[in-house]
């Protein structure tokens, strides 16, 4: 189909560009779920929570909370057709509800814009270790050498701030571009090069002859090995790695055709975001297991332990270069998505032109992430937050983690769970999903009950824990 190429810049939503087709919007939103949450965090807490069966009850939760409520946040979107917020004020409007449930976009968008101020810090890194990689910095590595390359890292400002400028200036480079020029051109270049680089990078892995340890590590479940603990986590990250209360997909949605199918192209993301967590452990744990790593490494697997293998293993320059601009990509386009939101809003309600909405709310961010930058050196002993016991010596970067991740993202999807489920017209839904008998009715009754109790159940444990 032909469309215009304008993003609505005058509120009315008449001049909106729309993605060019199915699979624009597909890759797109996979670019959005496809970041350092599956590449980075997936693999250490599969291997933290015992392999298979975290990966298991993982896929499961896929299914009941994270498709229901991205088909929830992708029919607000296309429903409204505006920014976030004032599409979540129209739907609610039009169903005869409250305009104060776009309470739940406001709480999306913030989060966001957070989100990205210290995200971009760590898209820094993967960025700065593309040039380590390919320059031999971690051939012959020891455990040490490594831990004073990242040590360094972390302890320079200036190296830091470098890296966050340059990550920030890609993301507001292709969002002031639009819809087309920018967004849509952007994830049609990355996202196949992603998966051709971790396709690559498995090729790789099935090298190291431990890739049948690595399968059956990931694919053999040892429900012994899973705590209630675990069950949580898979819970929270399934959530979390669709890129889920963020008014990411609400944003991405106002961009979707009305003759795609919202139910569809859902389950297709979320198919293609799985995919690639599971390509990624089966293109880490090999290489884990062939240098007697451990698998549950926490955090510092990417860049720590990783390093200390590619440096000490047959063309370990070639595939960590490769592997750290794999990185970079996903991060890459996981922060075009966050970014936005608040560009669309900032762009429809000051009528300011997409350029300078995305260098204005671009350096806003980037400002803010200056502070999770002196939080890793000049500032990490101030914990602003110390007079309660809760948050004792968690600096300026750990609160706005933990407070996005626990706090504003779970909130916001519980708040759109709710109001999809219980205050949006049944048949304005199913109409608009584009789905037929058993399987509208399973993803009513999930959007209803089982996703905002196991929604709530994460927010509450995660409080409390």
Known sequence: MTQSNSV????????????????????????????????????????????????????LCIAVIGIPIMMAEVFIGRNGRHNPITSMRLVAERNLSAPAWRVSAIIGMIAAFVILSFYSVIGGWAASYVGHAAMGDFTGGTADSIGELFGGLLASPGQLLL???????????????????????????????????????????????????????????????????????????????????????????????????????????????????????????????ANGLEAGAGPGLIFQTLPLAFGNMPLGSLFGTLFFILLLFAAWTSGISLLEPVVEWVEEKSGMARTGSAVLVGVLCWALGIASILSLNLWSDVAPLAMFERFEGKTIFDLLDFFTANVLLP??????????????????????????GGSFTLWYNLIRFVTPIAVAIVFVYNLMA
């Open 8 to 59: 609505s810049g005058n509120g009315n939503g008449a001049a909106r560009g729309l993605w060019s087709s199915r699979l624009a919007f597909i890759l797109a939103a996979t670019g959005s779920a496809v970041g350092l949450g599956n590449i980075w965090k997936f693999p250490y807490v599969t291997g933290e929570n015992g392999g298979g069966a975290f990966v298991l009850v993982y896929l």
């Open 163 to 289: 890296w966050h400028t340059v990550f920030m200036a890609l993301v507001i480079l292709v969002v002031s571009r639009g819809l087309k020029g920018g967004l849509e051109r952007a994830v049609t270049i990355l996202m196949p090069a992603l998966f051709v680089l971790l396709l690559v990078a498995v090729g790789y892995a099935m090298t190291t002859g431990h890739f049948g340890e690595a399968v059956s590590f990931l694919f053999t479940p040892n429900f012994g090995a899973l705590s209630i603990n675990g069950v949580l986590i898979a819970l929270g990250h399934a959530f979390f790695t669709l890129s889920l209360g963020m008014a990411i997909m609400m944003a991405y949605g106002s961009y979707l055709g009305r003759d795609i199918s919202i139910g569809r192209t859902a389950v297709s993301v979320a198919i293609m975001d799985t995919v690639v967590a599971l390509l990624a452990g089966l293109a880490i744990f090999p290489v884990v297991f």
């Open 411 to 436: 909130l916001s999807g519980l708040l759109t769970a709710v109001f999809v489920g219980w205050f949006v017209a049944k048949e304005s839904l199913k109409t608009d999903l584009a789905l037929q």
